[in-house]
């Protein structure tokens, strides 16, 4: 699968707005995106007049980029989610929002999508007592998402044991001492928090 190596600033700045791809940085003055809110190249910022094609374009690839998925499986979501019941975007959400590296994300477990990522790969994280190593795996209502038990005692999860968590969204709930989290339900449209207009992507799948 392709992989995204370059400056992660560079989307946000592309997509016109902050992607919070890097975490902690993401809040603070450090963050590029706040010298520069430009597009990136040398003419970024002669670039005015956009087609709805290219506003859809853009959306569908901002959402790519929030989550961090690549093309086919982004058209994956949208396939399942067409099939679903219920309204096509929100169900695209919904799947989005369920991802293991996403939940591990939300629950604070990761400081960004990429990290949590890499905790599920490598084999730190477990769901329902199991560990799970993809971090596409679709979480369901129940289901229990904790940190492996032999690897609480590493350094980097020391420091989350008891640690604040931020706003978490209200169908998770976490335990910071345990470093476990359960799914309580499943996500709804009001609780993504991400400025996506998801109806421009089903727009332009459907063409």
Known sequence: MAVYRNAKCKLCRREGGKLFLKGDKCYTEKCPFNKRPLPPGQHGADRKKVSEYGKQLREKQKTKRIYGVQEGQFRHYYELAERMKGITGEN????????????????????????ARQLVNHAHITVNGKKVTVPSYIVKAGDVVAVKENRRNNKFFEQLKGAKVGTLPKWLEYDSEKLEGKVLALPTREDVDSQIAEHMIVELYSK
């Open 92 to 115: 695209m959400l919904q799947l989005l929002e369920r991802r293991l590296d996403n939940v591990v994300f939300r629950l604070g477990i990761g400081a960004s999508r990429t990290q």
